[in-house]
């Protein structure tokens, strides 16, 4: 079936140097939604991306969508220890009517900060 | 709200036996969708529901794996018989509209072990 591929799996950083993570389709997608999930919690709602292009801002935390709509980053500048955790992108297809599917989930990019 | 409420949060049970995990989502919220994460094989979608209805099943891995949402505020997935493979972190979550872009909102999860 469809996939949407996260890389890296891991990334190990210093506290204070910057993080990114990058989701890419084959296919178009409507949107894009962005999880980080805590160590031992559940996955929790960032932002969505709909419009080509687009980029977002969350404090430290930037997140893009690509012009071509198949791909999205998320990056985070001067990292800290509260980073900690598993970043999912989650990204839906459109299909031949113009509605969308039910989103398909990366594998997720684990993000290990060293104090 | 309370969020996604999920029962057992931890279940612990021998190879052979029947396990159930439940879910209530939040009130109001059209779309129930349950997942089931490991390491080996990330965050999987087993099944999801619009009013009630299933609509793909598609990710259930096994006949030994079924799901019911006899009402909107009550969904089963059960696993019978349950095998030491399916020790995993089995998530529900809810949203308001599956195809239209709404975010969804995990319930924090039900660990199991089968020993």
């Known amino acids: 079936g469809q996939q949407v591929m996260q890389i890296p799996q891991y990334q190990h950083v210093q506290e204070g140097e910057d993080f990114t993570t990058y989701c890419n389709s084959s296919?178009?997608?409507?949107?894009i939604q962005w999880y980080k999930q805590r160590p031992g919690g559940h996955p929790v709602f960032l932002i969505q991306?709909?419009?080509?292009?687009e980029v977002k801002k969350q404090k430290r935390l930037t997140f893009q969508f690509g012009e071509a709509k198949k791909n999205s980053s998320l990056h985070i500048t001067a990292t800290q220890t509260t980073d900690v955790g598993t970043y999912f992108c989650?990204?839906?297809?459109?299909?031949?009517?113009?509605?969308?599917?039910?989103?398909?989930f990366g594998r997720g990019t684990s993000l290990i900060v060293h104090p | 709200d309370a969020g996604v409420i999920q029962s057992p949060r931890h279940e612990v049970t021998e190879m052979g036996q029947e396990v159930t995990l439940r879910c209530k989502p939040i009130?109001?919220?059209?779309?129930l969708f349950w997942y089931r994460q490991t390491m080996m094989r990330g965050l999987e979608l087993l099944i999801y529901?619009?009013?009630?209805?299933?609509?793909?099943d598609s990710g259930m891995p096994e006949d030994r794996f079924s799901a019911k949402m006899p009402n909107a505020s009550f969904s089963t997935l059960k696993i019978q018989p349950s095998e030491p493979r399916d020790s995993a972190v089995y998530f529900c979550?809810?949203?308001?509209?599956?195809?239209?872009?709404?975010?969804?909102?995990f319930g924090p999860g039900t660990r199991l072990t089968v020993l």
């Open positions: 296919t178009t997608l409507s949107n």
């Open positions: 529901f619009n009013n009630n209805v299933p609509i793909d």
């Open positions: 989650a990204g839906r297809l459109t299909d031949l009517s113009g509605g969308s599917y039910i989103p398909t």
């Open positions: 991306l709909v419009k080509s292009g």
């Open positions: 979550a809810s949203s308001l509209a599956g195809t239209g872009g709404s975010e969804q909102f």
């Open positions: 009130s109001g919220h059209d779309y």
